[in-house]
């Protein structure tokens, strides 16, 4: 019975967020991101026997916005959605346009981020340089334009899958203050996200203290255990240092499960739970 009430919840929701308007995806330089490999071509986009999206070849990082529709009462939240792919690919359906998607139909400014990848044959990136650039320039964005989105430039978050995660990770755990002396007046900006959800995050061996935002981490009991093991550590070192931490781990599911209708169980309302988690935490308001 739980699974059909859970699979008729998440057909309401896809059905909801196919409302949503054909979404604008803007560069994020769009001169030409910096260190970006010369004459790398267009993104590669492939179709899975599934159905399922998966893009490569990026070197024009950029977001795609959703914004909920109508105009906002007063400044909303704001999530920058991370897909993964092992650094070599996005699975941009169930880890990134389906989350964002929804996120735009609870009142949230979602944006789907496509980043560079470090692990494609023929890069000459690095995790920790370009694909890191990219999410702190896709922060510092949203906050620059804060205004025109009507986001809160205090509440700009990011979420991110598997590698996504991991890369969510980074930012959260780097410095990102911004350069005053920068021409480009987005480079000014503060690039640490004032919350993270690192979902099945790919493992890393990350710097945890009070400066540390609030996160809500979440995989599967079943998924490798490293990932189990990460998430488990750092939700350790979260409340160590005193920052407010949430961690769901579902029995029985594996690895890159997002947001799918294939999903069964109480997996199926894992969305949810982040959302609500949002709104204990007032960075959203009540229903």
Same mark, same amino acid.
């Given at each position: 019975m739980?699974? !059909?009430?859970?699979a008729g919840w998440l057909c309401a929701s896809v059905a909801a967020a196919a409302a949503v308007e054909d979404p604008q995806k803007l560069p994020l330089w769009p001169k030409g991101a910096p260190g970006a490999m010369a004459n790398g071509g267009e993104e590669k986009v492939r179709v899975t026997d599934q159905g399922d999206h998966v893009v490569s070849n990026v070197h024009s990082p950029s977001i795609t916005l959703y914004l909920p529709p109508g105009r906002a009462s007063a400044p909303r939240a704001a999530v920058i959605v991370v897909p993964g792919g092992g650094y070599r690919e996005l699975w941009t359906d169930h880890e990134g346009h389906a989350i964002a998607k929804y996120l735009s139909g609870q009142g949230i400014a979602a944006? /789907?981020?496509? *980043?560079?990848?470090?692990? #494609?044959?023929?890069? &000459? *990136?690095?995790?920790?340089?370009? @694909?890191? !650039? +990219?999410? #702190? $320039?896709a922060v510092r964005t949203v906050r620059a334009r804060a205004a025109e989105w009507s986001v809160d430039p205090a509440k700009v978050g990011v979420l991110g899958f598997s590698a996504g995660g991991h890369l969510v990770l980074q930012v959260a755990t780097k410095p990102g203050a911004g350069d005053a002396a920068a021409k480009d007046a987005i480079d000014r900006l503060d690039a640490r996200p004032d919350f993270a959800a690192p979902i099945y995050p790919g493992t890393g +061996?990350?710097?945890? +203290? !009070?400066? &540390?935002? @609030?996160m809500f981490l979440l995989c599967g009991g079943d998924d490798r255990p490293p990932v189990v093991e990460g998430v488990t550590k750092i939700y350790l070192a979260?409340?160590? !240092?005193? /920052?407010p931490a949430e961690l769901h781990l579902y029995d029985g599911v594996g690895h890159g499960f997002g947001l799918r209708a294939t999903n069964t169980g109480p997996v199926t309302a894992w969305? +949810? #739970?982040?959302v609500d988690?949002? $709104?204990?935490?007032?960075v959203i308001g009540e229903k």
């Open positions: 739980f699974a !059909a009430l859970a944006f /789907v981020l496509f *980043y560079r990848l470090p692990g #494609q044959e023929g890069s &000459t *990136y690095q995790r920790e340089v370009e @694909p890191l !650039a +990219d999410i #702190q $320039r +061996d990350w710097k945890i +203290d !009070a400066r &540390t935002p @609030p979260l409340r160590a !240092a005193q /920052v969305l +949810d #739970q982040f988690w949002l $709104r204990v935490r007032k």
